[in-house]
């Protein structure tokens, strides 16, 4: 073969190698010619490329066989477009192909997820989505900025968080109610000494005013009766606080948020855990004027509860006058800043940065779940706080919950100045509740301003509200079997409004989440029970004086 | 001292220590080749030797063979100064892109002339 027919034959191979042919090679004639030399390491630089082609081929399918099999979905997104769904995200949006999504302007998913509305690339969030087949889900999502195409653009996953929610959900229910299980004892203790007096002082009261002793009671024994009977009274309101401070801790689900004073919160927290302290240590408290937050009361009371408990816990017991439990609430650059402090055994600096972690507990098996903190974190997270400790052994730890103030729509109301009963005229009342013994006690506390009247059907009441105009207002339970004092408002309200606006409610407890909507509707009108007659009789007058 | 016959190449210790791989003219050395030259060397040294490649007749290393002599294993066992003889066009071109591509950890030089790469060898035993 010339050497001009060799030197073509190189051109030829270089030619192929620059159309991508990387398997082209031409084999040196001999060893001596420097063109054998140029054949042979054109063959070798074809070789390497060749490996390094496969290589980032390989790389290549890897790295798609990773995206593409991710349980997550994954979206590359720019500006409003996407330019790749993998097979996750196109099972998330009900799509087949991704021609479906691929290049659309206008998919919904931009319109119903606001978390990853745009291409700013930003941290986790979370956000609902609503799937093709009408199924709204909890997402979590996180983007990143990459290199798309030469470009830049956004890589965001998204998780389906909807199961993990529920099951936090589940946790925290599990917690509260280990919570108010733990201090069940305590609770019943705090009610059972009460209630001694009480039904001891009754008693009594019964002996005398029945003659048991033998002779009418003279003004002496009349005396000490009226003072059995007011300590039974403070016995029984005693009684009354220990079940709302009860109620605080049983939210409904669906409970919404309000605007609230955290002192209350934090004291009904402290009723509930007392039988815990007082063996360990003396409570102080040191309170200041601070604004209100919005959010769940019943939520952040667990939160108060678990860490009084925990401060409570820190503290041996049986050495009450040497340790403190101070709760302070105080104002941080305008927020609330609510601070649990113990003189106990404090924490391990190695334990510290883990005691919100999930699971993490240093009680001993049985005694926590461990689970206490990391939903105390979630909740003030939740409420867009903050939840801090500091802790020396030996020492003490300081639990600190900064809480955004509800801003000034929370001022408080100027309080109402309520008539006094007894400008009023006497009015016919009608009092519904199947519970005999609380119309009975209406009748009695009410007959000597009002004309009074009771009955134990909803039924029958409106059957005789609807006949006649006898009753300027109505006292009406909430609950009640056949009808509920809800359906007879309703029926009312249909039939003869004027009467349903001068209802008022009371209520032990509402148990469904459309009585307590009600309940919430019905605010400034309802009672809880026991309630104070006193402030019944205010209302009473407010109502029939059309206030 | 000591030397392994293979078909394709010849593996040798001299008396003044120094190892000395001579493929034999037009071989290929793939990776199970090289792999060979290493075991059978591995056989006559007690640990790593100045090397003599001599590499004028060889007609292939192949990418494999190439990265295998750059090998963390092969450096631990037989890495030494190693000095690679050419003196056709084809086996600079081989030997440049071992060193150019590859970069074996070990010291190493190209030569035209045998002579002068034992010289620059035994001042490496000495």
């Known amino acids: ?114 978390a990853i509305e745009g291409a700013e690339p930003r941290g986790l969030r979370e ?32 998780r389906d968080v909807s199961a993990r929610k529920q099951l936090t959900a589940k946790m925290m229910e599990m917690d509260r109610m280990i919570a108010v299980g733990t201090l069940a004892a305590g609770v019943g203790h705090e009610i059972n000494n009460p209630l001694c007096y009480v039904v001891g002082n009754l008693d009594y009261a019964l002996d005398v005013l029945r003659g048991a002793d033998g002779g009418v009671p003279d003004a002496s024994k009349l005396a000490a009766v009226v003072g059995a009977l007011v300590e039974a009274r403070e ?32 004291e009904s927290a402290i009723h509930m855990a007392f039988n815990e302290i007082r063996h360990r240590a003396r409570l102080v408290r040191d309170y200041a004027d601070v604004p209100r937050v919005r959010g769940c009361a019943s939520r952040l009371a667990q939160v108060f509860l678990n860490l009084l408990v925990n401060a409570a816990h820190a503290v041996p017991v049986g050495s009450a006058h040497k340790h403190r439990i101070t709760v302070r609430t105080g104002q941080v650059n305008g927020r609330v800043c609510v601070e649990i402090k113990d003189t106990g055994v404090g924490i391990d600096p190695d334990h510290l940065r883990r005691i919100f972690d999930p699971f993490f507990t240093t009680k001993p098996v049985g005694q926590g779940t461990g689970l206490g903190l990391f939903i105390c974190k979630r909740i003030v997270t939740e409420h867009q706080g903050t939840i801090e400790v500091e802790s020396r052994p030996g020492v003490g730890s300081t639990f600190r919950v900064v809480l955004a103030s509800a801003g000034a729509q929370a001022a408080l109301p100027p309080p109402k100045r309520s008539p006094s009963a007894q400008l009023h005229a006497r009015k016919r009342v009608l009092v519904i509740d199947d519970e005999p013994e609380i119309g009975r006690s209406l009748m009695r506390a009410l007959k000597a301003e009002h004309d009074v009247s009771a009955v134990t059907c909803a039924r029958e009441a409106l059957a005789r509200l609807l006949t006649d105009d006898l009753y300027d207002a109505v006292l009406c339970d909430v609950m009640m079997p056949e009808m509920t004092g809800v359906e007879l408002y309703a029926e009312l309200e249909r039939r003869k409004p004027e009467l349903a606006e001068r209802i008022l409610f009371f209520t032990g407890g509402a148990f469904t989440p459309s009585t307590q909507a009600f309940v919430q509707r019905m605010a400034g009108r309802c009672f809880e029970k026991p309630f104070n007659i006193g402030d019944v009789k205010r209302k009473l007058a407010e109502v029939c004086t059309g206030q | 001292v000591g030397w392994r016959e293979h078909p394709l190449f010849r593996v040798a210790l001299r008396a003044d220590g120094i190892l000395v791989y001579h493929p034999t003219p037009g071989g290929v050395i793939t990776y199970e080749v090289a792999r060979r030259m290493f075991e059978l060397a591995l056989e006559i040294v007690d640990g790593p030797k100045p090397t003599l490649v001599l590499m004028h007749d060889l007609a292939r290393l192949t990418r494999e063979a190439r990265a295998f002599f750059a090998s963390e294993e092969y450096t631990r066992c037989l890495g030494c100064q190693t000095a690679l003889v050419v003196d056709t066009p084809v086996s600079r071109v081989i030997a440049n892109f071992f060193v150019g591509l590859n970069r074996p950890r070990y010291p190493h030089k190209i030569f035209d002339d045998p002579e002068q790469a034992l010289e620059w060898l035994r001042g490496c035993v000495r």
């Open chain 1, 1 to 114: 073969m010339t050497k001009d027919a060799r030197i073509d034959q190189v051109l030829s191979l270089v030619l192929e190698l620059a159309n991508g042919n990387l398997d082209a090679r031409l084999e040196p004639t001999s060893r001596s010619e420097p063109l054998d030399g140029v054949i042979e390491g054109l063959n070798m630089l074809a070789e390497e490329l060749s490996a390094s082609a496969k290589a980032l081929k390989r790389s290549e399918e890897s790295f798609r066989s990773l995206i593409e099999g991710s349980p997550d979905a994954i979206f590359v997104h720019r500006y409003d477009k996407f330019l790749y769904a993998n097979a996750a995200a196109l099972s998330l949006l009900g799509c087949r192909d991704a021609s479906e999504v691929v290049g659309s302007a206008t998919f919904p998913l931009l319109q119903a997820v606001p």
């Open chain 1, 127 to 158: 956000g609902c989505l609503t799937l093709g087949d009408g199924r709204r889900v909890h997402v979590e999502v996180a983007s990143i900025p990459v290199n798309f195409d030469g470009r830049e653009a956004t890589l965001s996953t998204v």
């Open chain 1, 235 to 266: 016995g029984a309101e005693r009684v009354r606080r220990i079940v709302h401070d009860l109620r605080s801790f049983s939210s409904m689900p669906n409970e919404t948020e309000t605007v609230f004073d955290v002192t209350p919160v934090l």
